[in-house]
């Protein structure tokens, strides 16, 4: 029996997914998007589609029996994680590698679904730097702004800023920054701040001020199904299967056959097929992707893949750290979850960083400055396929971490010094004021001009596109997603432009 077809098929449905199916929808093109994880949108028995932070619940992690939250630990206690039960399809997973946890979204929308929302765009000296070959004044005029505008991406009212108990924290680390002589900024989001500001008068249910963040939010966020997913579907020719997981891809004709496996939300799996297609587009992520195209090229199934498939991967520079404030210092007890401002230290030509000013929003007078940074990390780790595990394997030593915590570590002993403050230790364990050895924004493993061409196209196989973050070498000095957005929408225009016209 034949393996059903559709002209253009779409791995994922995060940023690059999102942005290619939309764009293929509108041009008339039948498209079906494969996601691994749920569609989100069934209310819970507290009547709630997520959980919060503070209570987490099956719906919090990706088939794990307990959360595995960025702090592990408060005050040296191990009261940070909660034991979940039978695994479940949950919203975040962490994937650990020997040095490296990674944190990924799981569920239409991807990220999107689990991000603080935190939308700058790139310097563009980095941007030129770290992507030479893209056209810049492209970027920067025509589809930065379009993936700001699709994104719903907004700024928050200075007054508001200056003077909502909600942003405290963000005000107090911003004043010790300035003392310390660094610059901050305010940085955009797609979170709604209307809708915070309702929240705040308690005029509408609460979700940034409710703890909601990494588990999903309920309200104010534009994640990706309000906005390109929407859109997708409304153009009548995008379908989305969910819980549902792309293992195989082979050449079939001029085009490809996928392997699906179906699963319930408890992990069994209840279906095994396969679905043909023209054109494959791949935006299963960084992780994903990677692993996708390795398993083809190692197994035999896509022999010619490039040898560049699984290099160039690295971590943004993410760094974790808290510094502990004085007692005349406090940070506030209600803190919005969605951050809004970062030190800007990035011109700094030995120790460039951004750091984002991030929220402990636990509900009580913590004293506690938290803060996510991105640094420059010019080291870069390696994917190969395992044959026995069947998945990626990740070669990242812990030593490739310390140009990281290098940058970071100048930026807060330096406000340390300036502020009299020393650093929190009872967050991470092993009373270690800093982690590296987990990230948000995995970036490369299959590089643009390296594994594919300048628009995503894998080198030696016509139809097969890589669309997400596995484009990026390994730092962007900002958070990803407005730049995996802005450079998928640049790519489709190309691709549908010159490969996809007369279909
Ligand atoms: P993305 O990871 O979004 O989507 C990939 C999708 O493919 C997922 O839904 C996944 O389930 C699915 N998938 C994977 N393999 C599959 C397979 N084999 N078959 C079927 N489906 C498969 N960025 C930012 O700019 N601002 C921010 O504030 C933050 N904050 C933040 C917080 C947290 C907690 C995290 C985890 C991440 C962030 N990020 C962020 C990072 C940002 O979310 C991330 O860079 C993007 O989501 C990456 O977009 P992609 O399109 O590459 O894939």
């Known amino acids: 029996e034949a393996a059903p077809y559709v002209p253009a098929l779409v791995v994922g449905t995060g940023y690059g997914a999102a942005v290619t199916a939309l764009r293929l929808g509108a041009a008339g093109i039948r498209t079906t998007m494969i996601e691994m994880g749920q569609l989100w949108n069934t209310a819970g028995k507290d009547g709630k589609v997520f959980c919060s932070t503070l209570n987490p619940d099956r719906r919090s992690m990706w088939f794990q029996r307990r959360t595995k939250a960025p702090l592990d630990t ?44 935190m939308a700058p765009t790139p310097q563009r000296a980095y941007f030129e730097k770290m992507l030479p070959q893209v056209d810049a004044d492209a970027m920067y005029k025509r589809y930065f702004p379009l993936a700001r505008r699709m994104l719903g991406v907004n700024a928050i009212d200075p007054r508001y800023l200056e003077q909502t108990p909600v942003y405290k924290y963000a005000r107090v680390s911003r004043r010790h920054a300035h003392q310390a002589g660094f610059r901050t900024s305010v940085v955009p989001n797609v979170y709604d701040f209307n809708y915070l500001r309702r929240e705040e008068k308690k005029q509408v249910p609460r979700s940034a001020l409710a703890g909601e963040v990494i588990y999903g939010n309920n309200h104010g966020k534009q994640s990706l199904d309000k906005t390109y997913l929407a859109d997708a579907l409304g153009t009548g020719n995008v379908t989305i299967r969910t819980l549902t997981r792309v293992t195989t891809i082979r050449k079939q004709g001029k085009g490809y056959l996928v392997g699906l496996e179906q699963i319930d939300a408890w992990g069994k799996v209840i279906r095994r097929s396969e679905i043909s297609c023209s054109s494959l587009f791949l935006g299963a992520g960084s992780i994903g992707t990677t692993e996708l195209l390795l398993r083809a090229r190692e197994t035999g199934t896509l022999p010619d893949l490039p040898a ?102 100048f930026l807060f002993d330096k406000i340390n010094k300036a502020i009299g403050t020393t650093y929190r230790r009872d967050l991470f364990t092993g009373n270690r004021a800093f982690a590296a050895d987990f990230c948000y924004h995995p970036l490369g493993g299959a590089l643009l001009g390296k594994a594919t061409d300048n628009y995503g196209r894998v080198r030696n196989h016509p139809g097969l596109y890589v669309t997400d973050s596995s484009l990026i070498p390994g730092s962007l000095g900002v958070n990803p997603f407005v730049t995996i957005t802005a450079l998928a929408e640049r790519n489709i225009a190309h691709v549908l432009a010159s490969d996809l016209k007369r279909r």
């Open 74 to 117: 408060f005050l040296w206690l191990d009261v940070v994680n909660r034991d979940l039960g039978t695994p479940y399809a949950g919203i975040l997973d962490r994937i650990d590698f020997p040095n490296m946890g990674v944190y990924v979204g799981r569920g239409v929308g991807g990220g999107s679904l689990v991000n603080g929302g």
């Open 308 to 409: 560049a498939i699984g290099n160039g991967w690295g971590t943004n520079g993410n760094v974790m750290t808290a510094r502990a404030n004085h007692l005349w210092d406090p940070t506030g007890t209600l803190q919005s979850t969605i951050p809004t401002l970062a030190i800007d230290n990035w011109n700094d030509p030995k120790h460039p960083s951004f750091a984002e000013i991030a929220p402990l929003p636990v509900g009580l007078e913590t004293w506690a400055s938290l803060y996510l940074a991105i640094t420059v990390n010019p080291e870069r780790g390696r994917f190969t396929y395992n044959h026995h595990t069947d998945r990626a394997d990740l070669h990242w030593s812990a030593g490739q971490s310390t140009p990281s915590l290098r940058s970071a570590q």
